[in-house]
């Protein structure tokens, strides 16, 4: 197992485009969780699923984001009609949750810039 | 709401030099208590953890106890490296809260030079 991956690793789209990121977890892991890290701060929590069930939504995840996990496998983060405040790394991590606190693995991220 | 605050950086040592990163929480309940460490292009690693009062989380020569009376997970290092050089986040996770979700710190970004 090459741990979670995402694609793409970059991506630069005009303001009002519509960008979607994937990320593959590692493959035994149940949980799956997207984040947001902007310039200087930590990551911000934005969405998780459990299985293919999105069990939780951020605040910060607004109208125009959207995720999916078909099948429990991959996910996706859409986000549409891009904004230049959107311009940040979108983390995605996965966990094997059974009870109590598990270790989370992250990806490498994808930097979005709206220019 | 849970909370984490770091120390500000960068904290910039000599190699050789001891390292402390301060990290304090806001949390109901006991959290469990987590260093991620994040290289120059690259996503978070986990670093260490402690998952109950006086625990003590070590790696790589990193070391984080745990202090519930303080309610501090201090990150020290007793001679840091050049290729320590990165950014150190503090996180917490609520046995509270059933998605697990990290809540981070800021970040402290660490220079170490030759």
């Known amino acids: 197992d090459t741990g979670v991956s995402q694609d793409p690793r970059h991506k630069i789209t005009k303001r009002g485009q519509n960008v979607t990121f994937r990320c593959d977890p590692i493959s035994e892991h149940n949980r799956l969780y997207w984040y947001r890290q902007t310039l200087g701060q930590g990551p911000e929590f934005l969405t998780y699923?459990?299985?293919?069930?999105?069990?939780?939504k951020s605040r910060l995840l607004s109208d125009r984001f959207s995720a999916e996990r078909p099948k429990g496998s991959f996910s996706t983060l859409e986000i549409q009609r891009t904004e230049q405040g959107d311009s940040a790394m979108y983390l995605c991590?996965?966990?094997?949750?059974?009870?109590?606190?598990?270790?989370?693995?992250f990806g490498q991220g994808t930097r979005l810039t709206v220019v | 709401g849970n909370s984490v605050t770091q120390m500000e950086g960068p904290v910039t040592l000599s190699e050789e030099a001891f390292l402390t990163i301060n990290c304090t929480y806001t949390a109901t309940g006991y959290p469990s208590l987590f260093w991620y460490v994040q290289y120059p292009g690259e996503g978070l690693q986990l670093l260490l953890k402690?998952?109950?009062?006086?625990d003590k989380g070590s790696n790589k020569g990193f070391e984080a106890t745990y202090r519930k009376e303080t309610t501090s997970f201090h990150l020290e290092k007793g001679s840091v490296q050049v290729s320590d050089s990165a950014v150190y986040f503090c996180a917490l996770t609520s046995w509270m809260d059933s998605s697990y979700k990290l809540i981070f710190g800021s970040g402290t970004r660490l220079l170490v030079r030759p």
């Open positions: 991590a996965s966990s094997l949750a059974l009870s109590g606190t598990t270790e989370a693995f």
């Open positions: 699923f459990q299985n293919e069930a999105q069990l939780e």
């Open positions: 402690a998952t109950k009062a006086d």
